[in-house]
């Protein structure tokens, strides 16, 4: 657990990453980590000093099972308001699922890191599904009206309706699976793409970093790895470069 500003914090569980802001007595959650990451959810939010019930709402970058884990726990026991993109709305309803399958992991598991990484994602209840009974989109465009007054940032292609929060005082931005900084399958270091086989539409989440490049942030605090201290321009362009021109399909 990383304080990244006075009321800001990082928290790292198992392999993912979630983000707590505090503001006086109540605090916004983006993310909330695997299924079984919930006693380390908990002892976070405790550790700032935060009851569940203190949680003004839980955000979520995408519906994922390593970042949407306990989203129901806190909206169905606490009366937590569970916002995402509209697009992500029903992803995390589990209309549908946008989510790498274990015959694709099975596929790579050649590839380093894949399978160690598979096994710890199954461990982590990253096969169990939590959907969302209740998601809500958005209530409006621009800052939402809960600590820290984030600001989504629609960048598709992880999933259709991955969003970003920028939280353009501190200049911190919550990249979640858009732009990664470290991440158990991958060789690469610093701000990058996951590998190609966790993205929905790679091409899209390759252009989605264009979004994120516009935004005013010198502080990326990823869904993987740790947080990032530098401009996002030069992060992007890192990642690019990382990505190369046309990566070959795997
Ligand atoms: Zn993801
Ligand atoms: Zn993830």
New binding site residues.
Partial sequence: MVQVEAGVHLVTGRNTNWVIVREGDAVTLVDTGYPRDRELLLASLDAVGAAPSSVAAVLIT?A?S??IGSAEFLRAEHGVPVLAHRAEVPHARRDFLH?ISVGRVLANGLRPGVLPWAVHALRSGGTRETPVAEPREFPSPGPLDVPGRPVPVHTPG??DGHCAYHLPHTGILIT??ALVCAHPTSPLHGPQL?PDM?HHDRARALASLATLEELDADVLLP?HGPVHRGAVRAAVRHAREQAGPAAPAR
Avoid: N
């Fill in positions: 995408h994922h390593d970042h989510q992880h999933t979640g699976d996951l966790f869904g």
